[in-house]
């Protein structure tokens, strides 16, 4: 019997195997022989094993659940495996399609991240190797695509009934995605507004501050946003109310329940900014620029939805341009200041700040102001106006503040009474930046006037019953409290003018006329009566009247009357002498026929006296027919030959002292016809009228006369002229004629205009027409004829047409660009058509093959809708029929056949070197 050693193991490799797996053992020690067996303890902890075996740890297999993301950026990204029985820390390889394998690292026992190379759109598959060198294909048909990319929502808040409309901004967005969003644990369903604007509505809160992510079909999209339920607020009340276009102004609201996340947006169309948060009952608001003065609404809120409402009223800039007076005395009380400049307004809260003091304005217009202001240092201040506290804007100059008026003299100290003579009055610190007056006690006021800086003039006024003196006192206007007593002066009564009769009379009729002057305190001594600067005798006819002789001149004169000695005694009597003048006629020329009616112009025409026209030698005398005082009217007599001669007027049998005006006389002008005679009643097209003798040298305005309308002609030639006919409100014939120089009119001679109907269109069909096709239009109407034409205006928005156009709709023809899916089962389904061109809700026509049209149903501007029939296997062609007819065909060979369902496959693994059979 042969004794052996008993076999010995020193080590087992691996030492790690996989649940589930098939694992080769290498067995390294001595002794072994061909009847070795292995015996295999298995132990959750080992320690009931024998104290000669080796351990081989027993690990879960690693199994990949899922990939985040499942649709991977064409230029590549960092991807996570989720899945069981990774390590931390391990390292893993990962093959994208037939791409070389990429490293990746266990970062948990659920996850393994790895960084997905660039790759061209399209399925690819997801392999994965162990560190045993097991294989697993992870997903067969794994996406590359251009990226959805998430950038913000807004807003990020809202109230807790939920309903908000939050808009995701992002790109790569797409119907076919089947996107949603969720809040927390809470779906909502989107709308995919365009490839880069997603809107979800918000549920009801259950959570003040929910996590809110976009799903699509492939996983969740990164990264997730913090959205904000917030309660409602209420708005008691804003100030300022009223500021700048130029934006800047803080207007503090106010109000209760006012979140920390409020925004403000001043008009309709402005745009939201953030609030400053003071506390939940005040948050302040900076107004934004605007372009035109007006109150818009300044809307308040804590998210889209809820908005509360203020107005706010934007002015233009205001401008201060003049202050008067611009010098002032201290010491005055108050002082008014009148600020001149544009764009103030009607508010108590406009005032005038003049140094450091803030004083409410009275308005006055939108150009001025005035503010009450008490001065009380002598010196410069500068002036700006206030609104709402803010300068809004600043006078350029400053106001200075004087020392007080000090009334030294008055002269002279006696003087005879007559209404407006002077009265000196000396003194100190007058200034021609400040205007004064006189008061008279009851006999009102009078402006002063300032001759220097210590000297004032004052009139005396008109008074009914003469004081023994006068005492006036000297006001500064502006400074109603700056009064000033002057030293009295000895009033002497005298003579006092009260009326002049007549106060006016044309000349040459009204030669060698006197007047008489009215009034008191005449005596039976020689006066002289003065016309301004002209003096005459003056014959005195009782106490009370003066007769006077009137100047060689003509013109209107201030009257005075003047006493033995000298002592001048002047009123308020204005004396106006009217010659008669004659400067112009019209029409200035006439035909050799005579007895056409001429307008002679002038002035100082009167109805008294006989008045006639004389032409050239010809002293036959016209009688004139008054007008007015500025016109008289004669009749031309016949004239023997053509060209010029004089006229001139008789006054009283007397010749104007004016002299003569010319005239001309022509030939006798003749209409023989116009071209085109009849056209439509709008009018502003141009006809030619042809005749003879047409004044066109001696004309110095010509005109064309359409029965009781008038308009400006073109002279050519002696035998042709232009002239625009003008519209009328109906057709009718009219009688034409020319003129002129306004009324010198050419015969006719019968020649007539007609006027015919506009063209009216009352509609067109058809109404909506595809861009890129020919259509025929059906205008219908009335009044068309042979000549008529038609005028087309393109616009975007049709605002710049004419009132009477009738409008077609020019429209995108639908483009299919892709269908969707592309291969369709037998039984049929559902397909969508996508491309461009389309219209929501409106309907077309699809064919599959030669089945009958299907309706399809467009659901947005880039898909239809459709349900293919079902069909035999096979390719048919896809055809679609637009609402105008039009007929595309998409798609010569779309497949039918019975749709490919995927369940598995098995195994999932298997050796490196290939050869499994998978099913």
């Not at 499942?70 to 893993?92: A, C, H, K, M």
């Not at 610190?429 to 800086?453: K, P, T």
């Not at 007539?752 to 058809?766: C, M, N």
């Not at 009044?783 to 038609?790: I, L, Q, Y």
Request: charge should be negative; glycine fraction near 8%; charged fraction near 15%.
């Amino acid at each position: 019997f042969q004794y052996i050693p008993d076999a010995v193991v020193h080590s087992v490799f691996p030492t790690r195997v996989y649940s589930g797996s098939t694992a080769v053992l290498t067995i390294i020690g001595e002794f072994f022989d061909e009847d070795a067996r292995v015996q295999v303890w298995v132990s959750n902890s080992g320690e009931d094993w024998p104290a000669d075996v080796v351990s081989i740890a027993v690990v879960d297999h690693a199994v990949v659940e899922s990939i985040r993301p499942s649709l991977i950026d064409v230029e590549g990204q960092l991807v996570t495996l989720v899945g069981r029985g990774f390590g931390r820390d391990r390292e893993y390889d990962c093959s994208f399609g037939h791409d070389e394998r990429v490293r990746c690292h266990g970062i948990s026992s659920t996850a393994i991240e790895c960084r997905a190379p660039a790759h061209r759109p399209g399925n690819v598959s997801l392999s994965l190797w162990q560190e045993n060198g097991q294989y697993s294909l992870l997903y067969p048909l794994l996406s590359y695509d251009s990226q959805i990319h998430l950038y913000g929502i807004s807003p990020s808040f809202g109230p807790n009934r939920g309903g908000t409309r939050i808009t995701v901004i992002g790109n790569g967005f797409s119907v076919s995605m089947g996107l949603f969003c969720t809040f927390g644990l809470h779906e909502s369903s989107s709308e995919v507004v365009s490839s880069s604007i997603l809107v979800c509505i918000s549920p009801e809160k259950y959570a003040s501050i929910d996590v809110f992510t976009v799903v699509s079909q492939y996983g969740i999209l990164y990264p997730s946003f913090a959205y904000h339920y917030v309660d409602p607020i209420k708005i008691t009340g804003i100030w300022p109310s009223v500021g700048s276009v130029l934006g800047g102004t803080a207007v503090t609201v106010k109000g209760e329940g006012i979140s920390m996340l409020s925004y403000c947006r001043f008009g309709q169309n402005g745009v939201w900014s953030p609030a400053v948060f003071k506390s939940s009952k005040i948050i302040y608001c900076t107004s934004t620029s605007h372009t035109i003065q007006e109150v818009v609404p300044l809307t308040i809120s804590t998210h889209q939805d809820e908005r509360h409402v203020v107005y706010f009223e934007y002015i233009i800039q205001l401008e201060v341009l003049e202050v008067r007076p611009r010098a002032l005395y201290h010491g005055c009380g108050v002082s008014s200041l009148t600020v001149f400049g544009s764009n103030l307004r009607r508010t108590e809260d406009m005032g005038c700040r003049v140094g450091p003091k803030f004083v409410h304005g009275l308005y006055m217009t939108s150009t001025s102001m005035r503010c009450n202001v008490v001065l009380e240092q002598q010196g410069t201040v500068q002036l700006s106006v206030s609104l709402n506290g803010v300068e809004y804007a600043h006078y350029p100059g400053t106001i200075e503040v004087k020392e007080a008026v000090e009334i030294l003299d008055i002269v002279p100290r006696e003087l005879q009474y007559a209404a407006g003579i002077m009265l000196t009055i000396v003194g100190t610190n007058f200034d021609h930046q400040l205007s004064y007056e006189c008061f008279f006690a009851l006999h009102s006021s009078v402006r002063a006037g300032l001759i220097n800086e210590t000297t004032l003039v004052c009139p005396v006024p008109l008074m009914d019953n003469l004081p023994n003196e006068l005492c006036p006192q000297i006001k500064v206007i502006g400074q109603e409290s700056c009064v000033h007593q002057v030293p009295c002066a000895i009033l002497l009564h005298g003579m006092v003018l009260v009326s002049i009769s007549p106060s006016r009379v044309n000349l040459p009729s009204a030669s060698g006329q006197d007047v008489l002057v009215a009034g008191e305190g005449f005596r039976q001594s020689v006066h002289f009566c003065k016309f301004g600067v002209h003096t005459a005798e003056g014959t005195v006819i009782s106490s009370s009247l003066l007769r006077c002789s009137l100047p060689p001149r003509c013109g209107s004169f201030p009257v005075s009357v003047a006493d033995p000695g000298r002592n001048l005694f002047q009123g308020s009597l204005v004396f106006e002498i009217v010659c008669a003048d004659l400067h112009g006629v019209t029409p200035s020329l006439g035909t050799v026929d005579g007895s056409q009616r001429i307008t002679l112009l002038g002035k100082g025409f009167a109805t008294d006296g006989a008045a006639f026209c004389t032409f050239g030698k010809n002293y036959t005398r016209i009688v004139l027919e008054f007008i007015s005082s500025t016109a008289l009217v004669c009749s031309t007599p016949p004239w023997d030959k053509v060209g010029f001669t004089d006229i001139s007027i008789v006054w009283d049998y007397k010749d104007l002292p004016t002299g003569n005006l010319p005239f001309q006389y022509v030939h006798s002008s003749k209409i023989q016809f116009v071209n085109p005679s009849r056209g439509r009643v709008t009018g502003h097209f141009r006809i030619t009228v042809h005749g003879r003798d047409f004044p066109i040298e001696n004309a110095s305005a010509f005109y064309c006369i359409f029965g009781s309308l008038k308009t400006d002609g073109i002279s050519v030639s002696s035998s042709i002229a232009y002239c625009d006919v003008p519209a009328i409100d109906r057709s009718d014939l009219v009688n034409f004629s020319l003129a002129w120089d306004d009324s010198f009119i050419v015969d006719g001679h019968g020649a007539a205009f007609q006027y015919i109907p506009d063209a009216v269109v009352h509609s067109v069909f058809p109404t909506r027409v595809y861009s890129g096709s020919t259509a025929v239009l059906t205008i219908i109407g009335e009044f068309f004829d042979e000549d008529a034409r038609v005028q087309v205006w393109v616009s975007n928005s049709g605002e710049d047409w004419p009132a009477d156009v009738v409008s077609i709709a020019v429209v995108d023809h639908a483009v299919v660009e892709s269908i969707r899916p592309s291969l369709i089962d037998v039984e049929g389904q559902l397909v969508t058509l996508v491309g461009r061109g389309f219209g929501r809700d409106r309907e077309y026509d699809c064919s599959f093959g030669h089945d009958e049209r299907v309706r399809c149903h467009g659901i947005s501007s880039t898909a239809i809708e459709c349900r293919a029939p079902a069909h035999r296997p096979g390719n048919v062609s896809l055809s679609l029929w637009q609402e105008n007819g039009q007929y595309s065909l998409l798609y010569p060979l779309l497949s039918y056949d019975s749709q490919i369902h995927l369940y598995g496959i098995s195994p999932s693994f298997g050796p490196n070197r290939g050869g499994t059979r998978i099913t």
